[in-house]
């Protein structure tokens, strides 16, 4: 029976020192070795049999296992409140793709969607060790400007009430809406400042827009910034001007519409010959220019809205394996501009009139 109360405690040592950041770890090991040092203090109290050998295992994996659902389990609802719903009170929701500033362990959630629960853990370990090289995450930063421009504009044309949502941060868009009702807004614009074009199907999993709408409020959300003519415009601008001149271009993305427009601006502005190849792999497309004899190529992350863990540690990493055959250079993410924040402002105008 004693042995059972140590491997109790050692299933959750283990989830600890996966997920804990690691200014934890030195505690967790030290109560390892204490244990230990304890176990084998008191060995004549143990008894070592086939039963209470399965016993330990069962206790050991039971705690492991209770210990990951504890740490990663899902944000528990809100409370929203109905009853001060006016429909006089509109809300905007500037939804973008942030990601937590430094490691931990919920937020990691962002990155394990489809991960068992039970494995979160092992896969956290490795986020961890990624955060430690990049010590703080400035992802949101640009997010915010853009943001920060969004919310003067919007606020000088109406009284809306405005906030901000990231996909994998806080607040969530759960959260924010949540505020919205709160404060009593009976309609709901979200602004999408993201790739993905089907956001309400995406986020129905967590959020109940049925159970919205029958209480009287009223979600819309706009297409895609990607979509608009100004963001294509800024990518378009910011290839064209690139100092360098390459004989490769990745447009990096899983949306091939968006980056076909692209790609045909570019041709008609910049190079009529046939340098561009649309991809979301960059280790094929840097691959393919390889192969086809190319020195100097480009590639553009169009579906990075700021650059975060893919376009600073991923990204480097892959092109790093191939710096002695080919020169690489990078347009990480989006960045801030002043033709991201009218593609924005457009997308919400659409939105309202409809």
């Known amino acids: 029976m004693f042995i059972i109360l140590f491997t109790i405690l050692w299933g959750i040592l283990l989830c600890l020192v996966l997920s804990a950041p690691f200014s934890y770890t030195p505690l967790f090991m030290i109560l390892f070795i204490i244990s230990i040092a304890v176990l084998v203090s008191a060995k004549k109290m143990l008894i070592i049999n086939k039963k209470y050998i399965i016993y330990s295992i069962i206790s050991f994996i039971f ?25 006089n009170k509109k809300a905007v929701i500037f939804y973008c793709e942030g990601e937590m500033e430094k490691y931990t362990p919920y937020y990691t959630n962002y990155f394990l969607q489809k991960t068992p629960f039970y494995l979160k853990p092992i896969y956290s370990y490795k986020i961890k060790k990624i955060y430690s090289e990049l010590e703080v995450n400035s992802k949101n930063n640009n997010l915010s ?45 979200i602004i999408n400042y ?81 340098i561009f190849l649309i991809t979301d792999d960059l280790d094929y497309g840097i691959r393919y220019f390889i192969e086809k004899g190319c020195n100097n190529v480009l590639y553009i992350c169009l579906d990075e809205s700021s650059s975060g863990i893919m376009a600073e540690y991923y990204y480097p990493k892959i092109a790093l394996r191939y710096s002695d055959k080919i020169k690489i250079v990078g347009i990480k993410d989006w960045g801030y501009d002043k033709l991201l924040v009218k593609a924005a402002i457009k997308c919400f105008l659409e939105e309202e009139k409809k």
Request: glycine share 4%.
């Open 145 to 189: 400007l853009v943001a920060r421009d969004v919310k003067s504009s919007i606020l000088s044309y109406k009284p809306y009430y405005f906030y901000i949502a990231y996909s994998g941060y806080t607040p969530t868009l759960k959260d924010a809406i949540v505020y919205a009702v709160n404060d009593g807004c009976s309609e709901i614009i």
């Open 63 to 87: 705690s492991y296992v209770l210990s990951c659902y504890v740490i990663f389990k899902p944000h528990t609802q809100s409370f929203i409140n109905f009853g001060t719903i006016s429909q």
């Open 194 to 274: 993201t790739a993905n074009n089907n956001l309400m199907e995406k986020t129905r999993k967590y959020i109940d827009y049925n159970k919205l709408t029958s209480n009287g409020v009223n979600i819309k959300f706009t297409k895609s910034v990607q979509e608009t003519g100004e963001f294509q415009q800024y990518i378009t601008e910011k290839i064209i001007n690139m100092p360098a001149k390459f004989d490769g271009i990745i447009l990096l993305t899983k949306n091939t519409d968006i980056a076909t427009i692209i790609k045909s601006h570019i041709n008609e502005n910049y190079r009529k010959d046939d």
